[in-house]
């Protein structure tokens, strides 16, 4: 048998953690999470990170593993992986990584270009003149810089347009020429999992997680983290709308409304993100049997 990682993909409140214990339990192997937000071991609740009986079932890497204060992304988290997957495999045949992350995966699965790492000082400048000029001056910067990208990227998402103008500046080069989008071939196999329902009853299991979220105290861990709300780890939903409210701008039940809706927002961005792969193959949550039948059959083809 060829070493394996499965994958058990997924937008947000799905169901993945649970099914995932299962999955790793029959195939006697652990789990790697590929959340880009619960791996910051101060942010818990608004992460749903599994509770500690869950993480003890099961070996669980890169969950509270960094903190919010640590420079993350993708291309760290494929580094990473690839050197745990490395040692895991010494003694494993099949890994199951789960997670909704759509860039840590794809950087994980394909890999990432090779950009040199941003300037701390220039990204610091392109931030302050985001808050003080607007993202109108910078995109037309971008369209100056590189028009081939400029007319590509979402224009309305800041940080694909300060990340392009950063490698621009840095590198003097266009960034859409720095762009190889070739996949690298990984030393092991891969089974994409996809979870999906009807969008109803995506809505209800987010809509009861928040409210869950809010029982385990997710107002006042974001209370605590108030003074880093300028941290990028902190930049996601649960923890903007609440400094919202901590701020005086709206009330909390507004915020909680808002934590609603861009959680969806978010699950529908996930879900257009995953459908474009055409090697998950999509169950629903509750397709537990199905769902190993299937991975056994995969494991069989080679």
């Avoid at 909704?100 to 701390?120: N, T």
């Avoid at 003149?129 to 400029?150: A, C, H, K, V």
């Avoid at 960034?175 to 999992?193: A, D, G, W």
């Avoid at 792969?277 to 080679?302: N, R, S």
């Amino acid at each position: 048998m060829p070493k394996t990682l499965i994958i058990l993909l997924g937008p947000t409140g799905i169901g993945k953690t649970e099914l995932s214990i299962d999955i790793a339990s029959y195939f006697s192997t652990e789990i790697i999470s590929c959340d880009s937000r619960q791996i910051y071991r101060e942010m818990t609740i608004g992460t749903a990170v599994p509770d500690v009986q869950t993480l003890e079932t099961i070996p669980h890497h890169f969950i509270c593993s960094h903190s919010i204060h640590d420079q993350y992304n993708a291309r760290k988290f494929e580094t990473e992986v690839l050197e745990t997957l490395e040692t895991l495999f010494q003694t494993r045949d099949i890994v199951l990584m789960t997670g909704g992350s759509m860039l840590y995966i794809d950087a994980l699965c394909k890999g990432l270009d090779d950009f040199p790492d941003v300037d701390p000082e220039l990204r610091k400048q392109l931030m302050n003149r985001l808050e003080s000029e607007g993202i109108t001056q910078l995109q037309n910067e971008l369209f100056e810089l590189d028009p081939t990208y400029y007319c590509e990227v979402d224009l309305q998402n800041p940080k694909r347009v300060l990340h392009a103008l950063e490698i621009c500046l840095m590198t003097g080069l266009p960034y859409s020429e720095l762009r190889t989008n070739q996949s690298r071939i990984r030393p092991f196999k891969i089974i994409k999992v996809g979870l999906n329902c009807e969008r109803e009853v995506l809505y209800e299991r987010i809509n009861k997680r928040v409210d869950k979220m809010f029982e385990q105290g997710l107002e006042q861990e974001a209370d605590r983290l108030q003074s880093f709300s300028h941290l990028n780890s902190l930049n996601t939903v649960g923890y903007r709308e609440l400094f919202e409210y901590f701020k005086g701008a709206i009330t909390l039940e507004q915020a909680k409304a808002k934590i609603k809706a861009n959680s969806r927002k978010y699950a529908r961005k996930q879900l257009t993100w995953f459908r474009r792969d055409p090697e998950i193959t999509w169950f629903t949550p509750v397709m537990k049997e199905e769902i190993i039948t299937f991975i056994d059959e995969q494991l069989k083809l080679d």
